[in-house]
């Protein structure tokens, strides 16, 4: 089973609103992602968790903050957006940093599509 | 130059035909390599790993120059379902390196 779930699926929200993205995954990894993709553009990382711990922040705007809860939950909380934070937002897995294929090989949920309004 | 470069297309071609794509990396130290495809408003989805002495899943076939820092994907008897954008990932040396997505190339299958 290579599945990460996420949800909501599609969230539209104004400018003043607080809100959360979920992320869920049941394989055991202990490496998980937040990535944020524009139209037409490749995925962006934003997030790394490594064993729980945030491991790397791309220089990602303070209105985003990442928490994970345990091993296989992580949340995206918003909060004060920008309409141009418009986009998906995609979650992923991987079973750690170790640094092979098969350690490395990430598995993508199917994302949250923000509307910032 | 960017860490990985890829020919964006589009690519039309009609089904049954053999598409090949290619993509370059800058780090020559990188450590792992992958194809995915994102059909559109989806997620990435694996593909392939790509590994040194090329590989070979049905009719898709990846295959690694490292010397030329170079990754290929190829597809024989292309299907209408081949259609989507396909990303050529590489990942830096190094647990502290991550995922370095090139910018992907759209294929479409023409019936």
């Known amino acids: 089973d290579t599945e990460v779930t996420q949800t909501p699926k599609h969230l539209v929200m104004g400018m003043t609103n607080k809100k959360s993205l979920k992320c869920e995954q049941h394989?055991?990894?202990?490496?998980m992602y937040w990535y944020k993709q524009k139209a037409k553009k490749p995925p962006e990382l934003m997030f790394v968790?490594?064993?729980?711990?945030?491991?790397i922040n791309e220089s990602v705007p303070s209105r985003f903050s990442p928490e994970c809860p345990n091993s296989s939950l992580l949340n995206l909380h918003l909060h004060a957006l920008q309409p141009e934070d418009s986009a998906l937002y995609l979650c992923?897995?991987?079973?750690?940093?170790?640094?092979?294929?098969?350690?490395?090989?990430?598995?993508f949920g199917p994302g949250t599509r923000l509307t910032v309004l | 130059r960017k860490e990985v470069e890829q020919d964006p297309g589009p690519f039309n071609v009609p089904e049954g035909a053999t598409v090949a794509f290619n993509c370059t990396y800058s780090?020559?130290?990188?450590?792992?390599f992958f194809w995915y495809r994102q059909d559109c408003r989806k997620e990435p989805k694996l593909l392939m790993s790509?590994?040194?002495s090329g590989n070979e899943d049905g009719r898709f076939t990846a295959q690694l120059n490292r010397a030329s820092q170079y990754i290929s994907l190829l597809i024989r008897d292309s299907k209408l379902s081949d259609s989507a954008t396909y990303l050529c990932?590489?990942?830096?040396?190094?647990?502290?390196?991550?995922?370095?997505f090139g910018s992907g190339t759209q294929l479409t299958v023409l019936p």
């Open positions: 990932v590489v990942k830096g040396p190094g647990s502290a390196r991550q995922l370095t």
């Open positions: 780090n020559s130290a990188s450590q792992s």
């Open positions: 968790y490594s064993y729980e711990k945030l491991s």
């Open positions: 790509v590994y040194s």
């Open positions: 992923a897995s991987s079973q750690s940093l170790a640094g092979s294929p098969s350690t490395d090989t990430q598995y």
């Open positions: 394989m055991g990894h202990r490496a």
